[in-house]
């Protein structure tokens, strides 16, 4: 305050600065010197006009001068409120300014699988942390754990909100090349906001909160229509059951037969690699290739903080294991590059698309203390920090599973019809499911569904928090493709909403062109190896032969891609009259 108060003085006498001297004088001399000054001052000299203006002044003077002083004060604190400053600040100070908080309700920097705060920040930061006491309130950090420090830069106290909140979708730009599917734009945190923004505790599972799993087959089921012997061969009354969400329950979810996952249940995962997964605590990051389908995509622009604290695994099977060991070099722990690669023995499936989906739904069984992951497919490259990914598609929508629509099809039914004419399985199998499904109720999606936005997912990208209740969902999801299909998009719908007719419970269906900015589209190695053909047989570069190809969705797997023919070349007055034109 008495720094303050002297501010305000020195600021209420500038603009007397613009008055004579001898005015600026009277305002710095006493009361009991003013009448001798103003006397001296008078332009008649007589006494007899000193007195009046003496007792008329003298008493207005201090009011006067209040008056101005608080009028400077108030401009003073009104240009600072319209201007705004900017200084770095602490989070007890953000607090006692205006109640903000950079860290959710009940949340705090990461316990388990990160770094320590002093990678992230500089050394004036530490000085001044040491300084400082700790932040009280509900940051709820271990006391052996050091403090993030993250500076604040604002307008003003009222001014504080999430960096992304305004930003405005805008669609791709229109592009005659290239008409498929395209990224657009996403607002990402900074990656050591995205950390700090990490929930402290598991999100609350609605209904849900004890959920086991069957290890032991029942003799009793029939194994010609109950999926496989991995998946434990569960009787439809045994599937119906399982969509009745209760607080306690046991459910089929693959790895039946064995003392762990991954261990004597087919889906066989070496003892070594199985300990080094239960140490994951924090974030996952996983991947397979099966049957040497795609070639292994290395993440891109991950923090330094990520590459220390997230699992990074790729599960291959021998054959994959393989042709990555004629390619590269991997060292003694078997990884290659940012990824843990893993040796899966004993496949349950002779499929290996559907050996694929064992890892993709079941992160949660293989890694029993992860708290999130980010599953991609083989073939996509990562090109953003997965703590970005999680907070702007999970922590920010307060939300535990994420997926992408499809950026073209909304309805189960067409989307049947797709897989059928694109060869993507058999058909009378696809009948078969979604004749069953309709016969439970199964509709065209329409607007009668909002805010469900739509009913068929671009699951090559799963995010999701290892709630019970997600758990859940992704256990019942593999059943039904191991009872049917392995074409995921068709059994998506059927379970959500059976989980959802019991339970409070949603699931954050963003747009594909927003799963595209993370994430690369590449091609099956197959696909590539044509195009290598091509390019060996003409003796030019690639882009002379065709424009960029939609995505390997759109094409049935039997299509061959094919040479595009060059526009005829026009001569003289033909391209003469089309410019014109």
């Known amino acids: 305050m008495t720094s303050w108060s002297s501010d305000e003085h020195t600021a209420s006498y500038g603009p007397m600065q613009h008055q004579p001297q001898s005015g600026a004088m009277l305002l710095i001399q006493s009361t009991s010197g ?29 009011i006067r001068v209040g008056m101005l002083l608080l009028a400077l004060a108030s401009a003073a604190v009104l240009v600072m409120i319209l201007t705004g400053f900017k200084r770095s600040i602490t989070l007890s100070e953000i607090r006692k300014a205006s109640g903000f908080s950079p860290f959710p309700q009940g949340s705090r920097p990461l316990v388990s699988c990160v770094p320590t705060a002093s990678s992230f920040i500089s050394q ?76 402290a ?9 004890n959920l086991m799993y069957v290890s032991e087959e029942d003799p009793s089921t029939d194994e010609s229509s109950s999926g496989s012997k991995f998946g434990g061969h569960p009787s439809m009354k045994q599937r119906n059951e399982a969509f009745d969400v209760k607080e306690s329950m046991s459910v089929h979810c693959g790895f039946v037969c064995g003392d762990r996952p991954g261990n004597g249940t087919g889906f066989d995962i070496e003892v070594a690699d199985l300990l080094e997964m239960e140490q994951c605590h924090g974030v996952v990051v996983a991947s397979s290739i099966f049957g040497n389908y795609d070639i292994m995509q290395q993440p891109k622009n991950i923090s330094e903080a990520a590459k220390r ?4 695994y790729m599960f291959v099977d021998e054959e994959t294991a393989a042709c990555i060991k004629n390619s590269t070099t991997p060292g003694s722990t078997n990884r290659v590059g940012l990824w843990s690669v893993v040796i899966i023995r004993n496949l349950p499936y002779s499929d290996p698309r559907r050996n694929g989906k064992v890892p993709k739904f079941l992160l949660h069984r293989i890694f029993p203390n992860a708290r999130f992951s980010l599953w991609i497919d083989g073939k996509l490259e990562l090109v953003v920090d997965p703590y970005q990914v999680l907070e702007r598609f999970l922590w920010r929508k307060n939300a535990t599973f994420a997926i992408s629509r499809h950026y073209k099809r909304f309805d189960v039914f067409e989307e049947a019809e797709a897989n059928k004419a694109a060869g993507k399985y058999d058909n009378a ?53 191991d009872r049917f299909t392995s074409r995921d998009q068709l059994s998506f719908s059927t379970v959500r909403d059976k989980i959802r007719s019991k339970v ?30 091509l390019v060996a047989s003409s003796g030019r570069p690639l882009a002379q032969l065709a424009p960029p190809t ?24 033909e391209m ?5 034109r």
Not at 201 to 209: F, G, R
Not at 576 to 580: F, M, P, Q
Request: charged fraction near 25%; include cysteine; hydrophobic fraction near 30%.
């Open 124 to 199: 004036n930061d530490k000085r001044s942390m040491e300084e400082r006491p700790p932040p009280k309130g509900n940051l709820d950090v271990p006391k052996n754990r050091s403090q993030y420090h993250i500076p604040v830069a604002f307008e003003s106290p009222l001014a504080l909100k999430h960096p992304c909140e305004g930003f405005s979708f805008s669609p791709p730009p229109a592009d005659k090349k290239r008409t498929g599917p395209r990224p657009c734009p996403v607002c990402y945190v900074p990656v050591e906001n995205a950390i700090a923004l990490m929930p």
């Open 309 to 312: 604290s997230v699992c990074f």
């Open 429 to 481: 199998s696809i009948d078969r499911q979604i004749k069953f499904y309709k016969s439970e109720g199964l509709t065209h999606y329409s607007s009668a569904k909002l805010p469900i936005t739509s009913d068929v997912p671009e699951a090559c990208v799963i995010i999701r928090e290892h709630t019970p209740i997600s758990n859940l969902f992704t256990c019942l999801w593999f059943n039904e493709v």
């Open 504 to 533: 409070n419970w949603t699931i954050e269906m963003f747009m594909d062109c927003e799963r595209r900015n993370f994430v690369v589209q590449g091609y099956h190695r197959d696909v590539l190896e044509q195009k290598r053909a």
């Open 34 to 62: 003013f009448g001798r000054k103003g006397q001296k001052m008078s332009l008649s000299g007589s006494k007899e006009k000193e007195k009046p203006f003496s007792r008329i002044c003298k008493p207005c003077l201090p």
């Open 576 to 580: 003469k009259s089309s410019s014109k």
């Open 550 to 573: 939609p995505p390997k969705e759109l094409l049935p797997e039997s299509v061959p891609i094919l040479k595009v023919k060059k526009a005829p070349i026009r001569r003289g007055r």
């Open 201 to 209: 505790t598991s999100s609350i599972s609605p209904t849900l909160k």
